[in-house]
């Protein structure tokens, strides 16, 4: 946690606008800064549907990380907002 809390003082200190336009080398290309990091939040939104999925299907509660889950606003007795 401390490592990734020191990433991020990093990256807000020192980035700009500009240097989402900066091109890096992966698997090959040059990507974007901002490709780059458009790829890791879908990623990591990807494994967290498989988590909630997979949680759902072991009958575990699942915690409301972005937001109350479906479960969470039937304990309050409402119905989720329909998207």
Same mark, same amino acid.
């Given at each position: 946690?401390?490592?990734?809390?020191?990433?991020?003082?990093?990256?807000?200190? =020192?980035?700009?606008?500009?240097?989402?336009?900066?091109?890096?080398?992966?698997?090959?290309?040059?990507?974007?800064?901002?490709?780059?990091?458009?790829?890791?939040?879908? =990623?990591?939104?990807? =494994?967290?549907?498989?988590?909630?999925?997979?949680?759902?299907?072991?009958?575990?509660?699942?915690?409301?990380?972005?937001?109350?889950?479906?479960?969470?606003?039937?304990?309050?007795?409402?119905?989720?907002?329909?998207?």
């Amino acid at each position: 946690n401390e490592a990734a809390i020191s990433l991020l003082d990093q990256i807000k200190s =020192h980035w700009t606008d500009a240097t989402l336009d900066v091109e890096d080398e992966m698997y090959g290309e040059k990507w974007k800064r901002s490709t780059t990091l458009m790829a890791l939040i879908k =990623h990591e939104i990807h =494994h967290r549907g498989e988590m909630v999925a997979l949680m759902r299907v072991a009958g575990l509660a699942v915690p409301g990380i972005y937001g109350p889950t479906r479960e969470e606003w039937a304990q309050w007795g409402m119905e989720p907002p329909k998207i």
